[in-house]
């Protein structure tokens, strides 16, 4: 069974950079269908779709968000890691790490989710 | 990037009665050599990650009652909940994978009436 948990501060003061660990069991990154994205949820609002890192270490972000994410991952850790810098409080959010298998998939297992606060 | 869109933002269904979401994207998701649609359906509750409820456009996910329905291809597409039930309430939204930068649709909020 696969599963994913996210992992990272609950509170971060506005301009700090924020990081993220996704911890992944049962299933290698090294496999050649694993993939990893992340995904937030503000309060109240609607799924955002960020960052993705493919099984063979390729990389696609949010255009909007473009300048400000990095994806990256370990394979011998089996982390995914999120690197988001220059805080905001509009930040503020549920961030989720979630599996997709194969080259283009749906996101099918998903971690519970951290809650991340931006605030000084 | 695939834009999505969705409609209605909200709906309310009496238990029992039907809810139709659609979801259009600003181009077609359908890939023409293996014939599928990139285009799955989540369902939201507070405090939970999102649940998979049908990929591939109209393939249901284990699990998930049969009362969950999709539809469509190419840019438009529409999951239907038959007999709605109380548990059924959350926020639904589509998703294209047939691309990267992947997007969400704004979602739909579904309430019993």
């Known amino acids: 069974q696969v599963t994913l948990k996210e992992s990272g501060p609950v509170l971060v003061k506005p301009t700090e950079t924020l990081t993220l660990t996704c911890a992944v069991s049962?299933?290698?990154?090294?496999?050649?269908?694993?993939?990893v994205s992340w995904i937030r949820q503000p309060p109240g609002r609607a799924l955002e779709w960020l960052a993705h890192?493919?099984?063979?270490?390729?990389?696609s972000y949010n255009t909007s968000l473009n300048r400000r994410l990095y994806i990256s991952k370990d394979t011998s850790t089996s982390q995914v890691f999120l690197t988001l810098p220059n805080m905001d409080p509009v930040d503020t959010a549920t961030y989720y790490c979630?599996?997709?298998?194969?080259?283009?998939?749906?996101?099918?297992?998903w971690g519970q989710g951290a809650m991340v606060t931006v605030s000084s | 990037d695939i834009g999505m869109t969705q409609s209605p933002e909200s709906l309310a269904v009496s238990l029992g009665e039907r809810a139709t979401i659609t979801c259009k994207s600003v181009?077609?998701?359908?890939?023409?050599?293996?014939?599928?649609?990139?285009l799955a359906w989540y369902q939201k509750k507070p405090g939970l990650p999102p649940k998979l409820l049908i990929s591939?456009?109209?393939t249901r996910e284990s699990g998930v009652p049969d009362r969950f329905s999709g539809s469509g291809s190419a840019t438009d597409f529409t999951l239907t909940i038959d007999s709605l039930q109380a548990e059924d309430v959350a926020v639904y939204y589509c998703?294209?994978?047939?691309?990267?930068?992947?997007?969400f649709g704004p979602g739909t909020k579904v309430q019993i009436k």
């Open positions: 979630a599996r997709m298998m194969g080259r283009l998939a749906p996101f099918d297992v």
């Open positions: 181009q077609s998701v359908f890939f023409t050599s293996n014939k599928k649609n990139y």
């Open positions: 049962g299933l290698s990154l090294s496999h050649a269908d694993m993939g």
């Open positions: 998703l294209q994978y047939f691309s990267s930068p992947f997007n």
């Open positions: 591939w456009a109209s």
């Open positions: 890192i493919f099984a063979n270490g390729e990389t």
